[in-house]
């Protein structure tokens, strides 16, 4: 089991940036798969990005394209969301996830086994 735990939340004006962090602890294999969802009030958990521990290939949702990155530092078993020129509509918990392989797509929540806690990001207008 993986344990995983989110860090960087935070208010932003729409514009800004944030950096989400997601350290992973545990039983981790090097063929797993990271990925970030979020969930806004009253919405379902939706899909943001995804990436290949082991080779770094990357997955965006269309709304997120292009101004969010996800990326992972192997060394801290870490794995990072920076997120430029914010909305309001990015407002959600933020959450970090893994799964035992990676597959280039966008996942449904229920893809992924390991959950953390979660991060609040709030972008006001």
């Known amino acids: 089991q993986v344990q995983l735990v989110e860090s960087g939340g935070g208010l932003v004006q729409a514009g800004g940036s944030l950096r989400l962090s997601c350290a992973a602890s545990g039983r981790f294999f090097n063929n797993y798969a990271m990925g970030w969802f979020r969930q806004a009030p009253g919405k379902e958990r939706e899909f943001v990005a995804t990436?290949?521990?082991?080779?770094?290939?990357?997955y965006y949702a269309d709304s997120v394209k292009g101004r969010f990155t996800i990326s992972r530092d192997n060394a801290k078993n870490t794995v990072y969301l920076q997120m430029n020129s914010l909305k309001p509509e990015d407002t959600a918990v933020y959450y970090c996830a893994a799964r035992f392989e990676y597959i280039s797509k966008k996942y449904s929540p229920r893809d992924f086994g390991s959950w953390g806690q979660g991060t609040q990001v709030t972008v006001s207008s």
């Open positions: 990436i290949s521990w082991s080779d770094g290939n990357t």
